[in-house]
């Protein structure tokens, strides 16, 4: 069974502040990886993926990829209160010709005004 | 791009009842469409992958007979709840990947809430 670990939250910040929040995976061998937001009572919107060793910044999101430590981040500058929700990380299963994701448990952030 | 429409947004049946659930990949062609099923404040629980004109491979525990997937065409796949009871209440929500580089990526529908009486 391959894993997907998130830190479980939930996760608090001030508005304006860096959320940072983190997902390790356990096939080493992994390439795709995938950050999905999830509004409550809402399914999951694609905001980044990555595919490459280090930084890839969209806008305030910034994804950072190790894979020699098999772990994958998301960073939320300047965070608003609509950043308020959870935050799910997916990795693509490399023995699935069809594209199968696994997921994390997500984590869920609050932006506090 | 990357549009995925799901219909309907919200279903309420009686019990024994089956519900037809279609979704659609509106901009490009879907080679592959996933089924998931997601209960409040739990993560998403990934039913079946369909593949067009292919037989559609459940994962373990789903009951292919109750939950009848067709993927009839690139762009639209339905999921069929057979008899549904209370049990089968859920958000279930359907995504789509396709084929090219771009859209390699798997994109969400907006789900459709069903309630079993």
């Known amino acids: 069974q391959k894993e997907v670990e998130q830190n479980s939250g939930p996760l608090s910040v001030p508005e304006g502040a860096i959320a940072s929040l983190n997902c390790t995976y356990s096939?080493?061998?992994?390439?795709?990886f995938f950050w999905y937001r999830q509004y409550s009572g809402k399914s999951p919107e694609l905001i980044m993926s990555?595919?490459?060793?280090g930084d890839k910044e969209d806008g305030r999101f910034t994804a950072q990829l190790n894979k020699a430590s098999q772990y994958v981040s998301l960073l939320i500058r300047d965070s608003q209160p609509s950043d308020s929700a959870t935050y799910l990380c997916?990795?693509?299963?490399?023995?699935?010709?069809?594209?199968?994701?696994?997921f994390g448990r997500g984590t869920q952030l609050t932006v506090w005004p | 791009g990357a549009v995925v429409s799901q219909h309907p947004s919200r279903v309420i049946c009686k019990s024994g009842t089956s519900v037809k659930i279609e979704c659609r990949s509106l901009?490009?062609?879907?080679?592959?469409m996933f089924w998931y099923r997601q209960f409040p404040k739990k993560s998403l629980m990934l039913m079946a992958t369909?593949?067009?004109?292919?037989?559609?491979?459940?994962e373990q525990g789903v009951e292919k007979d109750k939950f009848l997937i067709n993927h009839a065409s690139l762009t639209l796949s339905t999921l069929t709840v057979t008899s549904a009871h209370p049990e089968d209440s859920s958000f279930y929500i359907c995504?789509?990947?396709?084929?090219?580089?771009?859209?390699?990526?798997?994109?969400f529908g907006p789900g459709t809430r069903l309630t079993v009486l």
């Open positions: 995504s789509a990947r396709g084929s090219s580089r771009v859209y390699n990526e798997q994109f």
């Open positions: 096939d080493r061998g992994s390439q795709s």
């Open positions: 990555i595919y490459s060793n």
């Open positions: 997916a990795v693509l299963d490399r023995g699935s010709t069809l594209g199968r994701l696994y």
């Open positions: 901009d490009f062609q879907a080679t592959t």
């Open positions: 369909s593949n067009e004109g292919s037989k559609a491979t459940y």
